[in-house]
């Protein structure tokens, strides 16, 4: 199985800051990555598909890059609705696998 | 616009079976080109995915290898609906579960729509 480690767990910032948060693969899984963004009391929310791919909607101050087993999403310039946890997912085999999140919380 | 909508218990006996369900609607459960998963949050697990069901020409189920022998799904089509079906439930499956449509993607698949979540307590 797929071990996805992301780091940091926690992190304090300001509105207006870059934010990069990191996810680690236990073996190559190509750009098989996606990321989700979770609030208090709500389902998570896609993000971002193929390590890099925007959803529809979704801002563009948020990118995500990497390949093999290193991963990064970052978002460039934080906004209030930004304050959030954040997922990181693989999809490259079954069973499928998320990250133990990284909470974003105002610094 | 899809929607997914889960029903269930939100408390299970230790010993007992945990069934959820989950309603489609703006898609069908046996679609050719979407899956049906079913993924539990807790503090101590972190997002857990459990397995799923999907339709390509026959119905297929997956699940994560510690829930073998525990797990079932099903799909009923009359109903464009989807279950879960976990038995000897312990307090350690005490979780808040999620109903998720997967799809692909360029590369991979993604959980796109998710239900609304049920917060299931295991305890006597």
């Known amino acids: 199985d797929i071990q996805m480690t992301q780091f940091p767990s926690s992190l304090s910032a300001s509105g207006g800051d870059r934010v990069t948060i990191t996810c680690r693969a236990s073996q190559r899984i190509s750009r098989f990555l996606s990321w989700y963004q979770q609030k208090p009391g709500k389902a998570p929310k896609l993000l971002i598909s193929s390590t890099s791919m925007l959803e529809s909607g979704v801002p563009s101050r948020l990118s995500g890059s990497g390949s093999g087993t290193e991963f990064t999403l970052t978002i460039d310039g934080l906004q209030s609705e930004d304050f959030a946890t954040y997922f990181c997912?693989?999809?490259?085999?079954?069973?499928?696998?998320f990250g133990g999140g990284t909470r974003v919380d105002f610094k | 616009q899809v929607q997914l909508q889960q029903s269930g218990p939100g408390l299970v006996k230790p010993s007992q079976t945990l069934s959820l369900t989950c309603g489609v609607s703006g898609d069908s459960v046996s679609s050719d080109i979407a899956t049906w998963s079913w993924i539990r949050q807790s503090p101590s697990r972190g997002l857990e995915w459990l397995g799923r069901t999907f339709y390509r020409t026959k119905w297929y189920n997956d699940s994560a290898e510690s829930l073998i022998g525990r797990i079932t799904f099903n799909a009923d089509t009359s109903k464009n609906q989807f279950s879960l079906h976990l038995k000897s439930v312990t307090p350690e499956d005490t979780a808040i579960y999620y109903c998720a449509r997967e799809i692909g993607r360029r590369s991979g698949t993604v959980f796109d729509y998710w239900g609304q979540g049920v917060l299931v307590t295991v305890s006597s």
């Open positions: 997912q693989q999809s490259h085999s079954v069973p499928f696998s």
